[in-house]
């Protein structure tokens, strides 16, 4: 009953930029934080930046200063700016949402993924 859907993703050299987008649709209530992780070949699934409700951020080290989390409530949609990209950027980006959805009981929380966009920055 819920889906969130990516775009933005692609292939662009160091030093580019590329903004993902990652749309939430369904029965939603409302939604708590929203996140962005990547997943490189061989490894595992970190978290890239996060953005409340309040759209108070935090940011992994390595991208601070280059990637800029926002997201638009009246839209259910998170972004990712991503400024200054290197090789070692190069990986699978999923969005993540904290969703409360109306159910015919009241209402549950629950956390959901997107597809995942791949980006590739070549040297």
């Known amino acids: 009953q819920v889906q969130l859907v990516e775009s933005g993703g692609g292939l662009v050299q160091a030093g580019g930029s590329l903004r993902l987008s990652c749309a939430a649709s369904?029965?939603?209530?409302?939604?708590?934080?929203m996140a962005w992780y990547r997943q490189a070949p061989g490894k595992e699934r970190d978290v890239v930046a996060v953005v409340t409700k309040s759209s108070k951020t935090t940011y992994e080290d390595s991208v601070k200063g280059r990637f800029t989390i926002s997201r638009e409530n009246a839209k259910n949609t998170v972004y990712l700016q991503m400024n200054s990209l290197k090789p070692e950027d190069t990986a699978v980006y999923f969005c993540n949402a904290v969703i409360w959805r109306n159910v015919t009981w009241g209402r549950t929380r629950g956390t959901y993924w997107g597809q995942g966009t791949q980006v590739t920055v070549s040297s």
């Open positions: 369904g029965t939603i209530f409302t939604i708590d934080d």
